[in-house]
């Protein structure tokens, strides 16, 4: 085993630590940083519970050992609420279609679909799917899943152009979804 | 984990010096096999040598006459690359189907080659478009066709203090079609049960060349010299007749000589041996529609 000597911006704050060679980004993040939205699933590659954002992107992070990770930025779950301590649109809408029931995917899956949606703002539900395919359900099932970054995606393209009639800012009428 | 010494290579100088020291190192780049493996206990490294920092292999590039791809480029950006869709889409088609989105952002083309799995999915695709390999160490470098790089399960030709710089594959300028299929049990994190990739080329509307490779269905991922034998010289038309007929032309039924699949969790030999062939038929078809848009 050797030692590392690693940075890594967590949530926009620089994290220091000494990591042992084998330890991967998912125990760094849980058990260093002490970030449990993160998720441990399985551990190896299969479940996409402990997605992060590393670098703009969605990955599985207990495929990268900790060290490797030096000099990177790391998006959780726990970076998405907002100054006020508000959920994201994308947390409102899994709430609201009932794409949650046990939880444990749900952080990866939300952060899988928030790369997503920062990549491609208003994705087909093909692409959603194929997007979403590394995370694992086993409770909820993927429809209401799929519908949830649907909304999602439909709200922060209005939040965006600064249409009123959005629900999150509280005025005007509230956006249908079929 | 399994422990293991883990050294972060610097760059490419570093990494050969590094591998000329230590011959019983394995290079770690994705990790997507890696962490799996080692933490399953079938990989125990003495020494990791980790080559996510060497920009120098993180290439696509055209240059005369070749498509070069260095080996830190990941599956995601291969299928995304639109050179590789364009002049290599069997590799574009088998880089798109691997894993899961969020592995293929990781996972790179020279660690999908150097694990050497028959189950390999970009495999196929680099032997069917005829890929050479670029090999260095301290000692300077060679050049080595793909068919003589794969040995067995797990066992390439690499030499030790030996790693793969890029993966070249020759662009031709006539009317060249590729594709790529796999046999999954989903969509998604599927490891291939068998794969095809085929390459034609074709030449006053005859087949002037062609390369198919099966996966999974031998020790290695195989080219089927026999069945291209009997497919050079071919009229495209009488192809595409037996398509229509659902007819079996001879040259399906030697496929079956260049493959020796196994039992194993994933499917019987048996139904392998059933499979390959509807594959193979498939792509070299698709292949050669391919090739006749492109003319």
């Given amino acids: ?178 | 984990m399994t422990e293991f010494d883990l050294l972060i290579a610097r760059d490419l100088r570093h990494l050969l010096e590094s591998l000329a020291e230590r011959p019983d190192s394995r290079i770690v780049a994705g990790a997507t096999d890696f962490i799996p493996l080692v933490g399953a206990g079938k990989w125990e490294p003495r020494l990791a040598i980790d080559i996510t920092r060497l920009q120098e292999l993180h290439f696509i590039r055209q240059t005369a006459g070749w498509l070069c791809i260095g080996s830190l480029t990941t599956h995601g950006e291969a299928a995304e690359s639109p050179c590789i869709n364009d002049m290599a889409t069997a590799l574009a088609e088998a880089c798109a189907s691997v894993a899961d989105p969020l592995i293929r952002g990781r996972a790179t083309l020279g660690g999908n080659l150097c694990t050497a799995s028959p189950a390999a999915d970009s495999v196929p695709a680099m032997l069917a478009l005829g890929a050479e390999l670029r090999l260095v160490s301290l000692a300077g470098e060679r050049r080595l066709p793909l068919e003589e790089f794969l040995i067995g399960p797990g066992k390439t030709a690499l030499l030790p203090g030996e790693a793969l710089a890029e993966i070249c594959l020759p662009v031709s300028p006539g009317h060249v079609g590729s594709g790529f299929l796999k046999l999954g049990r989903r969509r998604a994190m599927a490891i291939s049960v068998a794969n095809a990739a085929a390459w034609v080329s074709i030449d006053g509307g005859m087949i002037s060349d062609i390369r198919l490779a099966l996966g999974s269905l031998a020790p290695t991922v195989v080219r089927c010299p026999k069945a291209e034998v009997s497919l050079r010289g071919r009229r495209v038309i009488d192809i595409e007749a037996e398509v229509r007929a659902a007819a079996d032309g001879d040259w399906l039924g030697v496929v079956r000589h260049d493959i020796s699949p196994i039992d194993d969790v994933r499917a019987s030999g048996a139904y392998r041996r059933r499979v390959a062939a509807p594959l193979a038929q498939r792509m070299v078809t698709t292949a050669l529609e391919r090739a006749k848009v492109n003319i």
């Fill in chain 1, 1 to 178: 085993m050797t030692l590392h000597s690693v940075g890594i911006k967590v949530n926009g704050l620089l994290r220091a630590a000494v990591v042992p060679s084998h330890m991967t980004l998912l125990q760094f993040l849980r058990e260093i940083v002490r970030i449990t939205g993160v998720k441990d699933g399985c551990a190896e590659g299969d479940c996409g519970a402990c997605t992060v954002i590393f670098n703009g992107r969605a990955v599985k992070s207990c495929l990268i050992l900790a060290a490797q990770a030096d000099g990177a930025e790391v998006l959780t779950i726990e970076s998405l609420k907002g100054p006020e301590g508000e959920l994201h649109p994308i947390q409102n809408a899994f709430m609201e279609l009932g794409a949650v029931q046990c939880g444990y995917c749900t952080p990866g899956m939300i952060m899988t679909a928030s790369a997503l949606l920062d990549a491609n703002p208003r994705p087909t539900r093909e692409e959603i799917r194929a997007s979403i395919s590394g995370n694992l359900c086993r409770c909820t099932g993927y429809s209401k899943i799929v519908s949830a970054i649907e909304l999602a995606a439909i709200r922060i393209a209005s939040l965006k152009a600064g249409d009123e009639s959005c629900e999150i800012c509280g005025k005007g009428k509230r956006i249908r979804h079929e």
